[in-house]
């Protein structure tokens, strides 16, 4: 029988399962004193408790401590795909989006130290503006989480937490570096704070920069103009162009806290500059070259949170956060000389200013169940400043929940109910002049929606080892401005966009239930899950094309081959089940020796035209080998990784993907080969007089192998990153 990649990965899986018994049996015979115990993660997984991963119903996963400083990057997405049921939608080395069971974008909630933000996630290359380093850690719950973040929390959320402040501690700090072979990135970070009983201050700061990273120098279809026969070779191999960022970002926060609560203040300021690649071509024989789209982003982000304690036990929690976040882009320029195009309609000017509001009530114990009521107020404006993508527009949205929790011997419960309301109106006014008529008009520039959603979960604890976990939950989101009303070009994508006035809100009933078991050395979760969603909404290709900004015809439908021709999107709607099966084990065989799993099988489906959805992550598997060698010459805490990630080849969903139109060009592919990435890391301490010095250095791709995940947005132009070396230093102080 000949077995594919992730056919060997599961029967490994198998192995591990069976193996761990007796192999920890055999490690606590030979190695009784040894303490090689796994440690239990704590989540924020309720408003109530903090509760350890494996007690929960939902599926959680954390990434802190070295585990943190091993993934960090500056792509969140590549961050996170580690985790079984997460994957990375990537532009390059500076760009990844968290896909979570095959839902991301406005489906993916992010939370930053779990209140709301904002950073106009409509597009497949909108990356989170958020720095990996300033977090002390990141947890990511899988599966809909409307009940407590309403819309957009479809597929689950991603919340990145900063470091506690610091009451009662004195001043610690920590400086850090990064380098990156690929593409000569390079990071630079500090963190500071100190507080004393009741005053405690926190402050950050991180630069990063990288050029154009580089892939495996293969064959390539160098010289293909539009007209050249259909075929699947990267254009660009070696360097690739106009892929080069900056960013800077810098965090303060400030709290005070008494017998009768506590008051914070955190302000966040994350700017980058980036380069995307596109390509052009002056005519029919004309070969393609490479073009510039560049990108400046500021997102600005305040929160005000406080808890109030009363004599009935009861918590008062109200909350206030405060986004600007500002986007300017150029269709033809990179972001070093874009400013030339400022004011003109090529260029792309857009301000989101966004308040969140929320007033939490935490109530003592009414028989068996604790539980918060809360209130939340969002008022959202959009600016279009300048350019032709997405109309100037406000929504607000009003919501109201309860969740409650029990505790019993053999049970956790956990259940919950929301109503919200959401309205968007886009104005009639000389703002919106572009699209007015085009794409909507005064009988639907306004839409309203409202739903109400719910969530039931359940642990049960069988015995010591063993529990079952289960979740149905309820989920829903409006469509955004942009899925609404749209109308035209899309500079880092390379597209035409449309919208549809007319799309209803996404609703969605999930189910999940897993098995698990836990020792002191071992961890398993196997999880199957379906996902059902009415209305679900994608972006497809339409088959036409449209002249970009500054070409002959601008804007209209022309051929394929025409100067400047760039696809034509649209907004639409269908009915969708998405389905899939996650396991991850891990082991510590003894003092030296671990090891850990993860595995997806993954599928999406459009139920009303039986055809795959769009953007569906391709299966696979990820295993890694850990050696812990015994401390020696002032090295302590050393670790030795070597991993190897699977992946099954996967074919494009037709008209419904997005890049669909590289299956049928001269250059790139949407479909996609399986591929094998090998991984090695090692990690260590060094104490120091008064100081702790941690190490860390990786080859990240070892055998340069050069290769396309499915859920590259470059595909149609290049491959996946190729060998990269990887150094990292933190010093705490």
């Given at each position: 029988?000949?077995?594919?990649?992730?056919t060997?990965?599961?029967?490994?899986?198998?192995?591990?399962?069976?193996?761990?018994?007796?192999?920890?049996?055999?490690?606590?015979?030979?190695?009784?004193?040894s303490?090689?115990?796994?440690?239990?993660?704590?989540?924020?997984?309720?408003?109530i408790?903090?509760?350890?991963?494996?007690?929960?119903?939902?599926?959680?996963?954390?990434?802190?401590?070295?585990?943190?400083?091993?993934?960090?990057?500056?792509?969140?997405?590549k961050?996170?795909?580690?985790?079984?049921?997460?994957?990375?939608?990537?532009?390059?080395?500076?760009?990844?989006?968290?896909?979570?069971?095959?839902?991301?974008?406005?489906?993916?909630?992010?939370?930053?130290?779990?209140?709301?933000?904002?950073?106009?996630?409509?597009?497949?290359?909108?990356?989170?503006n958020?720095?990996?380093?300033?977090?002390?850690?990141?947890?990511?719950?899988?599966g809909?989480?409307?009940?407590?973040?309403?819309?957009?929390?479809?597929?689950?959320?991603?919340?990145?937490?900063?470091?506690?402040?610091?009451?009662?501690?004195?001043?610690?700090?920590?400086?850090?570096?990064?380098?990156?072979?690929?593409?000569?990135?390079?990071?630079?970070?500090?963190?500071?704070?100190?507080?004393?009983?009741?005053?405690?201050?926190?402050?950050?700061?991180?630069?990063?920069?990288?050029?154009?990273?580089?892939?495996?120098?293969?064959?390539?279809?160098?010289?293909?103009?539009?007209?050249?026969?259909?075929?699947?070779?990267?254009?660009?191999?070696?360097?690739?162009?106009?892929?080069?960022?900056?960013?800077r970002?810098?965090?303060?926060?400030?709290?005070?806290?008494?017998?009768?609560?506590?008051?914070?203040?955190?302000?966040?300021?994350?700017?980058?500059?980036?380069?995307?690649?596109?390509?052009?071509?002056?005519?029919?024989?004309?070969?393609?070259?490479?073009?510039?789209?560049?990108?400046?982003?500021?997102?600005?982000?305040?929160?005000?949170?406080?808890?109030?304690?009363?004599?009935?036990?009861?918590?008062?929690?109200?909350?206030?956060?405060?986004?600007?976040?500002?986007?300017?882009?150029?269709?033809?320029?990179?972001?070093?000389?874009?400013?030339?195009?400022?004011?003109?309609?090529?260029?792309?000017?857009?301000?989101?200013?966004?308040?969140?509001?929320?007033?939490?009530?935490?109530?003592?114990?009414?028989?068996?169940?604790?539980?918060?009521?809360?209130f939340?107020?969002?008022?959202?404006?959009?600016?279009l400043?300048?350019?032709?993508?997405?109309?100037?527009?406000?929504?607000?949205?009003?919501?109201?929940?309860?969740?409650?929790?029990?505790?019993?011997?053999?049970?956790?419960?956990?259940?919950?109910?929301?109503?919200?309301?959401?309205?968007?109106?886009?104005?009639?006014?000389?703002?919106?002049?572009?699209?007015?008529?085009?794409?909507?008009?005064?009988?639907?520039?306004?839409?309203?929606?409202?739903?109400?959603?719910?969530?039931?979960?359940?642990?049960?604890?069988?015995?010591?080892?063993?529990?079952?976990?289960?979740?149905?939950?309820?989920?829903?989101?409006?469509?955004?401005?942009?899925?609404?009303?749209?109308?035209?070009?899309?500079?880092?994508?390379?597209?035409?966009?449309?919208?549809?006035?007319?799309?209803?809100?996404?609703?969605?009933?999930?189910?999940?239930?897993?098995?698990?078991?836990?020792?002191?050395?071992?961890?398993?979760?196997?999880?199957?899950?379906?996902?059902?969603?009415?209305?679900?909404?994608?972006?497809?290709?339409?088959?036409?094309?449209?002249?970009?900004?500054?070409a002959?015809?601008?804007?209209?439908?022309?051929?394929?081959?025409?100067?400047?021709?760039?696809?034509?999107?649209k907004?639409?709607?269908?009915d969708?089940?998405?389905?899939?099966?996650?396991?991850?084990?891990?082991?510590?065989?003894?003092?030296?020796?671990?090891?850990?799993?993860?595995?997806?099988?993954?599928?999406?489906?459009?139920?009303?035209?039986?055809?795959?959805?769009?953007?569906?992550?391709?299966?696979?598997a990820?295993?890694?080998?850990h050696?812990?060698?015994?401390?020696?010459?002032?090295?302590?805490q050393?670790?030795?990784?070597?991993?190897?990630?699977?992946?099954?080849?996967k074919?494009?969903?037709?008209?419904?993907?997005?890049?669909?139109?590289?299956?049928?060009?001269?250059?790139?592919?949407?479909?996609?080969?399986?591929?094998?990435?090998?991984?090695?890391?090692?990690?260590?301490?060094?104490?120091?007089?008064?100081?702790?010095?941690?190490?860390?250095?990786?080859?990240?791709?070892?055998?340069?192998?050069?290769?396309?995940?499915?859920?590259n947005?470059y595909?149609?132009?290049?491959?996946?990153?190729?060998?990269?070396?990887?150094?990292?230093?933190?010093?705490?102080?």
């Amino acid at each position: 029988m000949k077995l594919n990649k992730i056919t060997l990965a599961v029967y490994c899986a198998s192995g591990i399962v069976c193996l761990s018994a007796p192999l920890t049996a055999m490690a606590q015979a030979t190695q009784e004193n040894s303490n090689t115990l796994l440690p239990a993660i704590t989540v924020s997984a309720s408003p109530i408790h903090d509760h350890e991963a494996f007690e929960v119903p939902s599926q959680i996963d954390s990434i802190t401590d070295e585990q943190k400083m091993a993934q960090e990057s500056g792509s969140l997405g590549k961050m996170l795909e580690s985790i079984p049921g997460v994957n990375n939608q990537s532009a390059g080395a500076q760009s990844g989006k968290p896909v979570i069971r095959g839902l991301t974008g406005n489906r993916v909630k992010l939370l930053s130290n779990g209140q709301a933000t904002d950073y106009q996630a409509y597009g497949t290359r909108h990356n989170p503006n958020t720095e990996p380093y300033l977090a002390e850690r990141v947890e990511v719950i899988r599966g809909p989480q409307s009940v407590l973040y309403g819309s957009e929390a479809m597929g689950g959320v991603v919340n990145v937490l900063q470091a506690e402040l610091p009451y009662g501690q004195e001043m610690k700090g920590q400086v850090a570096t990064e380098y990156n072979s690929n593409n000569q990135e390079k990071m630079l970070g500090a963190k500071i704070g100190a507080g004393s009983e009741k005053f405690a201050i926190n402050a950050g700061v991180a630069i990063r920069e990288g050029d154009n990273f580089t892939v495996p120098n293969t064959s390539s279809s160098e010289g293909a103009t539009p007209s050249s026969a259909i075929g699947d070779k990267p254009l660009f191999v070696g360097e690739v162009p106009n892929t080069n960022f900056k960013n800077r970002t810098g965090n303060i926060a400030l709290g005070y806290q008494d017998d009768w609560g506590k008051v914070e203040l955190r302000h966040t300021q994350w700017t980058a500059y980036q380069n995307f690649l596109g390509i052009e071509a002056a005519n029919a024989v004309s070969e393609y070259e490479a073009l510039a789209t560049g990108q400046r982003l500021q997102n600005d982000e305040t929160q005000l949170s406080a808890e109030f304690y009363t004599d009935n036990d009861w918590v008062i929690k109200p909350s206030w956060t405060h986004t600007r976040n500002a986007r300017e882009a150029s269709h033809d320029l990179p972001f070093e000389t874009m400013s030339a195009d400022k004011g003109t309609e090529e260029y792309l000017d857009l301000l989101v200013k966004r308040d969140d509001f929320k007033l939490a009530l935490e109530h003592p114990k009414v028989g068996d169940f604790e539980g918060e009521i809360g209130f939340e107020v969002t008022e959202k404006q959009q600016t279009l400043r300048s350019g032709h993508l997405t109309p100037s527009a406000d929504e607000s949205k009003r919501a109201i929940y309860v969740f409650e929790e029990a505790d019993y011997d053999k049970w956790l419960v956990q259940f919950g109910a929301r109503y919200d309301t959401v309205s968007i109106k886009a104005p009639l006014g000389e703002e919106n002049e572009h699209f007015v008529g085009d794409i909507f008009d005064a009988t639907n520039n306004k839409r309203d929606f409202d739903v109400v959603t719910g969530s039931l979960g359940a642990t049960y604890r069988v015995d010591s080892q063993w529990s079952i976990a289960g979740n149905i939950a309820r989920g829903f989101r409006a469509p955004s401005i942009f899925e609404l009303y749209a109308g035209g070009e899309h500079g880092g994508v390379q597209a035409y966009q449309i919208g549809n006035p007319d799309l209803e809100a996404e609703t969605a009933i999930n189910t999940d239930l897993s098995l698990r078991w836990q020792s002191p050395k071992s961890q398993v979760v196997a999880t199957v899950y379906q996902n059902w969603i009415d209305n679900y909404i994608y972006l497809a290709n339409t088959g036409l094309y449209r002249a970009k900004e500054g070409a002959p015809n601008e804007g209209q439908v022309v051929a394929s081959t025409a100067p400047g021709a760039i696809p034509e999107m649209k907004a639409e709607q269908t009915d969708a089940t998405i389905y899939g099966f996650e396991f991850s084990a891990k082991h510590q065989f003894n003092q030296a020796w671990s090891t850990d799993l993860a595995l997806e099988l993954i599928a999406g489906m459009d139920t009303k035209n039986s055809q795959d959805l769009p953007l569906m992550p391709a299966n696979n598997a990820k295993l890694n080998v850990h050696y812990h060698p015994q401390d020696f010459a002032g090295l302590s805490q050393q670790k030795v990784s070597v991993g190897v990630k699977l992946v099954d080849a996967k074919n494009s969903a037709g008209a419904y993907e997005p890049f669909s139109q590289f299956d049928n060009l001269p250059i790139g592919t949407a479909s996609t080969d399986a591929y094998a990435l090998w991984n090695v890391n090692y990690q260590t301490a060094v104490k120091l007089d008064k100081q702790t010095l941690h190490l860390s250095a990786a080859v990240e791709n070892l055998f340069d192998t050069p290769y396309v995940d499915f859920l590259n947005t470059y595909k149609g132009y290049t491959l996946n990153l190729g060998r990269n070396i990887q150094l990292k230093a933190r010093l705490d102080f």
